[in-house]
């Protein structure tokens, strides 16, 4: 799993008016908690762009005076008219508490479907993963080989390796549709 660095200050004060006072210097008032009790903290506004602009699920090691934290976005707060973090929840990661992360799924290979004129649709391009930090899968991958016209891999037929899947087992996660042309291939 990618792990992004962050470095904060903790919080002398709490409240409206401190919050307001770090927004104006370009800060993220943020909170952690999962181990203990809360820590209250602020980063710049800049660190939060590798997390928030890549795709991949990551952890993030945040150092406050000194000390490192491994965590996890748990939850982000945007203004609503300039689209700024305005506030973000972080949770502390434990290596015997399992976690819950969307995970992004991807395909390999090429469907005999796709190459007889089938179209391949993404049903879900996440799937909700429980597990422990150490057995978080950084993405599922499915191999479409197989899967020819009308024919779909469900959450149910998804090979967990240590982690469990938390969406409904009978729901489709990658289907192959049936179009014009694989109807009139199929006709000949």
């Known amino acids: 799993m990618r792990v992004v ?25 943020c909170v952690m ?6 820590l209250l903290f602020s980063l710049d506004q800049t ?26 976005l748990k939850d ?3 203004h609503p008219v300039t689209e700024i973090v305005y506030h973000a929840d ?4 434990s290596d015997d508490k399992p976690i819950v992360m969307a995970i992004p799924v991807h395909t390999t290979g090429t469907s005999k479907g796709v190459m007889r004129g089938g179209k391949l649709a993404y049903k879900q391009k996440k799937l909700k ?9 950084n993405e599922i991958l499915l191999d479409i080989t197989n899967l020819d016209v009308a024919q779909s891999i469900k959450v149910q037929d998804v ?21 014009r042309a694989a109807v009139e291939a199929a006709a000949e």
């Open 76 to 78: 982000i707060d945007f």
């Open 33 to 38: 908690y999962g181990k203990g009790e809360q």
């Open 47 to 72: 660190a939060f762009q590798r997390v928030l602009f890549n795709p991949e699920p990551c952890y993030v090691e945040i150092t406050i005076n000194g000390t490192a934290h491994r965590a996890m």
């Open 90 to 93: 972080f949770y502390e990661l």
């Open 159 to 179: 090979a967990t390796n240590n982690f469990e899947i938390l969406n409904v087992k009978t729901s489709d996660v990658v289907v192959v549709n049936s179009t």
């Open 129 to 137: 993963v429980k597990a422990l930090p150490a057995n978080m899968p």
């Open 5 to 29: 660095s962050m470095s904060g200050s903790l919080r002398e004060n709490v409240g409206k008016k401190d919050a307001k006072a770090l927004r104006r210097a370009d800060k993220v008032p």
